[in-house]
């Protein structure tokens, strides 16, 4: 079972390094009409897209969120989770908008920015373009509603640069199938311990064997890295969800 | 700029209405396959899927989310935001995972699951197979937990229903891009009521040419129902992502 689609999406990389190339008019539309076309909760439609081009906004969005790569080069889209543009039309009928900041909507408007950014990059890598997901913008996110002048309702959820690729890397090897899905029931393998142990064999070899900032790694010290620490502003991230208005339910 | 991709990213459908034929075996390992090499936040690979064969957990389901397409036919993945197998990984080493619960990680977890949930969206279409996203997930959240067995600091985002479709309806028309996406800001168009009158048009005819459940309605009518009620039970999501182990900064 093998076509283009499957092909692209089995051979998906995270590309960080872009050539000084940028993209066409045609070629974002194409990628943004690709995003608008996908399921969307409850057919709302609640995800926007900013593109960030202005050369000092792209240094300032670099330097609030520590993301060096995304200055350089590529095309910088910016997804938000938004419930603002139906907040405007219950508020020009006087109609109660109270559930719009509620936790499943929130959600819901999550999901949909998150789906339209997966169309947004499969449909640039289908066409040779490399893409990468930047989450460090969680790490400001005050700064991030503040630069990019959000209302309330809307939420960063992360960037995708997306770009011509200098160098295509090895694929990095996931986790077996047994140990992310199940029949009828959550249930992690018996022998979770071991196939994780094969894993991170697997792992330690492709940094091994990357031609680029090769390593000594395994999976679970990548683990452990991450629950021994986080950027300090990432602990505002439920403070400003309730500022944008959401969340509010039980207060 | 035309590809099999974006032939099939830009001809979406939400498909409800399966064959009897069932997936076989290896066309679910291909598109399980294919939402496994998608990007994961941090690398840590924090979502899970779980498929719901047995037909008497299915009609549990079909109750518990009032959705009954998915009991009938079709595949049914079911996406789960998981940081338990993480949380596993802390324990065995006994390291502090206090911050596997935090907003940014649940965050995090949500992004992984749904953005693997595209990719197996869209090899599935690529390869003639319909797919619907099932946001009831929430409409009852703790009976979900319950019937899958959820653990702790692991959460039901939605599922995902595959099967061949018995009919392909026309395609629901989108937002234009102008009101989606914007440039360096957040800045809803100065003609937005207008570019909404056009487009409340537009959905008005799609409704009254489509072959099945022909019917008048615009996007305002749709907010305005979405704004006006919602089942009651989805007011407790906040509440059991916080009994998952989620959101506790604040507490």
Known sequence: MDNQTIHTLMNHRTIRDFSDRQLDQATVNTLLAAASQTATSMFMQ???VISIT???LK???????GDTHAEKNGHLFIFIADQY???????ASGQSTKLLGEADRLLAAIYDASIAAESLTTAAESIGLGASYLGSILNEPQQLVD???LPTLTFP???????????????KPRLPLTAIHFTNQYHLPDNYSQLLDNYDHELTDYYNQRSTNSRVETFRHNIMRQLAKSPKQRRTVLKVLRKQGFLLDEQ
């Open 147 to 149: 630069l990019l002048h």
């Open 85 to 91: 543009r139906n907040y405007q039309i219950g508020q």
């Open 46 to 48: 609640q995800f926007s």
């Open 157 to 171: 959820v992360f960037g995708v640069a997306v770009g011509y690729p200098v160098t295509i890397p090895e694929q």
């Open 54 to 56: 202005e050369s000092s």
């Open 59 to 65: 240094h300032t969005f670099a330097e609030i969120t």
